[in-house]
């Protein structure tokens, strides 16, 4: 009973820092709007994907088509909500595996040091040192482009980042009195990592998943504009983009809605992830805290 009385000023604490940041409330409406048209595209779009209207071939904004139609007569407002779909599946599902990948690899080399630690931190610098875009691409160029492709060559650059950050915790954790406690009475180590080193990482992992969801969709924006991602007729903010090249000067709102799309939602998730980090971040929430007793 004491406990939960204590834990529940600590929940409607979180609740009040992320409240008072209003950047962080309005990110989390749209980030939540973004999961409800990722869900429900099919059944609110009001035409098909590919529903193609020759006779209304580059029409402009009007209450029949709020975004206007493409170059084949087919509705923009559609197809970037559909589009929504594909867009965050591939992004949720590349930083899930990268999350697990790296949290995976990431606890192993700090819990255990020696030459694990050494050898897993030395394939992470060598992923490290290519340009994330530049090793997505190479990935990519390997196999056959597609969704399946685009989603594991994005976990995969985005691995590292999640094994540093669950390295550096498992260091940190690793040494605390009650792991130390826990290993002098003979537990064994996976009962130890999963009881005390996952729960005590979880803060700044789940920051980083908020953080890599932003970029994950930048990043599979940029691949199916290459022409390497989703590939056509499937619909992507990307590959929206790419067709509407040709017709930047006479249907200017092929490019704008979905660029729009990718925008505000990358940035949503990353407003969100500085959120969580005020609140789960020790620091940051202690430097909160002061400013408001000032």
């Known amino acids: ?15 009040r820092i992320l409240a008072r940041n209003p950047l962080t409330v309005v990110s989390a409406v749209i980030v939540g709007l973004a999961v409800v048209v990722a869900v429900a595209g099919p059944w609110i779009a009001p035409y098909g994907v590919n529903a193609i209207d020759v006779a209304g071939q580059l029409r402009a904004p009007s209450a029949a088509h709020p975004f206007g139609t493409d170059e084949l007569g087919r509705d923009v407002f559609s197809r970037v909500l559909l589009a929504a779909g594909a867009s965050l599946s591939i992004a949720a599902a590349a930083v899930a595996f990268a999350l697990v990948v790296g949290v995976v690899l990431g606890v192993a080399a700090g819990y255990r040091g020696g030459w694990l630690d050494t050898v897993l931190m030395r394939i992470v610098d060598v992923m490290f040192a290519f340009p994330v875009l530049l090793l997505a691409l190479a990935i990519v160029a390997i196999f056959q482009p597609g969704m399946l492709t685009t989603t594991i060559a994005i976990g995969v ?36 990592v999963l009881r005390h ?98």
């Open 1 to 15: 009973m004491t406990t939960d009385t204590a834990a529940a000023p600590a929940r409607l604490s979180s609740v």
């Open 197 to 294: 080193v996952l729960p005590n990482i979880a803060g700044p992992l789940v920051v980083q998943t908020s953080l890599s969801l932003a970029f994950a969709i930048l990043s599979e924006a940029a691949l199916s504009f290459l022409g390497l991602g989703i590939q056509p007729p499937a619909p992507s903010w990307g590959g929206m983009l790419f067709a509407a090249q040709g017709f930047l000067t006479q249907a200017w709102w092929m490019s704008v809605f979905p660029g729009a799309a990718i925008f505000v939602t990358a940035l949503a998730f990353n407003l969100f992830g500085d959120g969580l980090r005020d609140v789960l971040d020790p620091r940051q929430r202690t430097i909160i805290e002061a400013r408001r007793t000032r």
């Open 157 to 192: 650059v985005y691995t590292p980042i999640f094994a540093r950050i669950a390295r550096a915790s498992a260091l940190s954790v690793r040494v605390s009195p009650f792991v130390q406690v826990s290993q002098t009475m003979g537990t064994p180590g996976i009962q130890i």
